[in-house]
């Protein structure tokens, strides 16, 4: 059993820059894709980016390519979002999860982490 821990959401003024975490822990290393989602209130979760093993890498909305960056660290079993840019827009619960490969859709992904807040103050 894989579980996923994010850290690091929380208030910043529109242009400011944020950077998530998500640590997983259960295996020694968790070799899966690991991905971003984001949800804002009443609004379907939407996929923000995702990254395998080798650092390969796929983004969702146009809207966060070029803001954001996905990045991991294979030796801490931790992936990193890079937000910079923010906009009101971004406001979101940010969630990390997991799967075998690389998706898009959410229902695809079998770990899930508990979501932490990012709010960005315009």
């Known amino acids: 059993q894989v579980q996923l821990v994010e850290s690091g959401g929380g208030l910043v003024e529109a242009g400011g820059s944020m950077r998530l975490s998500c640590a997983a822990s259960?295996?020694?290393?968790?070799?899966?894709?690991m991905g971003w989602f984001r949800q804002a209130p009443g609004k379907e979760r939407e996929f923000v980016a995702a990254?395998?093993?080798?650092?390969?890498?796929?983004y969702g909305t146009d809207s966060v390519k070029g803001r954001f960056t996905i990045s991991r660290d294979n030796a801490k079993n931790t992936v990193y979002l890079q937000m910079n840019g923010l906009k009101p827009e971004d406001i979101a619960v940010y969630y990390c999860a997991g799967a075998s490969r690389m998706y898009r859709t959410p229902a695809m992904y079998e770990y899930w982490g508990q979501g932490t807040q990012v709010t960005v103050s315009s």
């Open positions: 259960g295996p020694t290393y968790y070799s899966g894709t």
């Open positions: 990254i395998n093993w080798s650092g390969g890498s796929m």
